[in-house]
């Protein structure tokens, strides 16, 4: 009886519907979204080795305000003398990697090039290890190479494959980089794709390689830290500030002149930041359901008034109060269950085609899915009450005679 009375006034439902379907639809959209993005984001935040931290000029914050910014901007860079000076007294460390990258740039091999957006990374060996990156073949990049400033170079698999032939072996072969030629010694192993950005899309060189092509001063250095173990990881972190702090002359009680960052630190802003946004999304979802609970409450006291007689006859015949509420209740409830039923079918189809366009793997928010249909019925039940109470209270000879 309840679908019927639905069907019957197709186009009022389907406009009460609407305010439920946005509502869900925006919660459910959103949290499939993230849920899918998730994963594939942290993998991303997740590129250094275990026990490994970063210190470099500027912060990590999701959430940065302009003048934040400007301060940072404003800092001192990190010079080679002071990334030196850490990789000499920080003793609870096992290995400081430093580095220090320009993007943007073309590699070229006999007439063929890249695209302008390879991203050339200037090392110590230490970052192989800090960063876990995996040479596929040829040999890594040594102590020799960085103190004799040998013009040598690891390639990203995607620059292989832009510019050399499948049967070309690029290790020995020379490869120009701006004015500077550089020997391939190495191959990077294969990353693959991640939120869209392809991750082999690189290439590596010793450090005072880099600064006899670009200068040494230009450019701010970032130290890589792998800690002894997890256990001392902290300690470490600490051990590493002082010994920052004290060669850059920060003064007591001042705040660090440079960012320190984790695995976990990233992943915890990450999660922080979408968290307010999650809030957002459901601040404004719940004004959306509230504005569609005040929609189906209307269509009912108008159900109601259309169908006194109705009321009327089956209260003749025998129909209790309880029978009443019950009918006009059920038909609030499946009214907002249909709309949030469209609602989280159309969130996870919008949320997922987000997912698959960043790559990230395709996901169904279980527990989104219950709180939706849960708040729905609960809509349903809370705005339908009156109309159905109203109903059944109806005095049964004055509904009959109504016209």
């Known amino acids: 009886m309840a679908l019927n009375a639905i069907r019957a006034s197709k186009l009022r439902s389907v406009l009460t519907l609407l305010g439920v379907v946005v509502g869900v639809f925006s919660i ?6 993230v849920g899918a993005l998730k994963g594939t984001i942290e993998s991303a935040m997740s590129q250094l080795g275990a026990n490994t931290f ?33 990789k000499e007294r920080v003793s609870l460390a096992d290995a400081v990697g430093i580095s220090v990258s320009r993007g943007g740039r073309i590699v070229f091999w006999e007439g063929k090039r890249t695209n302008p957006n390879v991203q050339l990374a200037a090392i110590t060996p230490e970052i192989l290890i800090t960063n876990e990156l995996t040479v596929k073949t040829g040999r890594p990049i040594t102590n020799d190479d960085v103190n004799l400033g040998r013009n040598v170079i690891i390639l990203g698999a995607a620059v292989v494959e832009k510019i050399f032939p499948p049967n070309q072996d690029p290790i020995g072969q020379s490869v120009r980089i701006d004015r500077s030629l550089y020997q391939v010694i190495a191959v990077f192993e294969k990353k693959g794709s991640l939120l869209g950005t392809d991750q082999d899309n690189y290439a590596v060189i010793p450090l005072t390689a880099f600064f006899h092509a670009y200068g040494k001063d230009r450019y701010s250095l970032s130290l890589a830290v792998k800690a002894l173990d997890k ?18 002359k920060v003064e007591p009680g001042a705040e660090d002149d440079f960012g320190i960052f984790t695995n976990d630190s990233l992943i915890k802003q990450f999660n922080d ?107 349903g039940i809370v705005f ?20």
């Open 384 to 403: 339908g009450v009156y109309p159905a109470w109203k109903a059944s209270t109806l005095d049964p000879i004055e509904a009959l005679r109504y016209e």
């Open 231 to 248: 256990d001392v990881l902290d300690d470490a972190i600490e051990q590493t500030r002082s010994v920052l702090r004290f060669a850059r």
């Open 28 to 33: 459910i959209s959103v949290m499939t979204a």
């Open 54 to 86: 970063v210190v470099q000029k500027f912060s990590i914050s999701f959430n940065s305000s302009p003048e934040e910014r400007r301060r940072m901007w404003n800092r001192r860079d990190i010079t080679l003398a002071q990334a030196n000076l850490v």
């Open 273 to 379: 930041f979408t968290f307010y946004v999650r809030l957002g999304v459901l601040v404004v979802s719940s004004i959306a359901l509230l504005a569609a609970g005040v929609g189906i409450m209307n269509i009912m006291l108008v159900s109601v008034t259309e169908r006194t007689r109705e009321i009327g006859i089956r209260k003749a015949i025998g129909a209790r109060r309880k029978d009443i509420l019950a009918q006009f209740m059920t038909e609030a409830v499946i009214l907002s269950e249909l709309g949030g039923i469209v609602g989280i079918v159309l969130g996870i189809a919008g949320g997922n085609i987000v997912g698959v366009i960043a790559d990230a793997d395709t996901v169904i928010p279980w527990d989104w899915v219950l709180i939706g249909m849960v708040v729905c019925s609960l809509v």
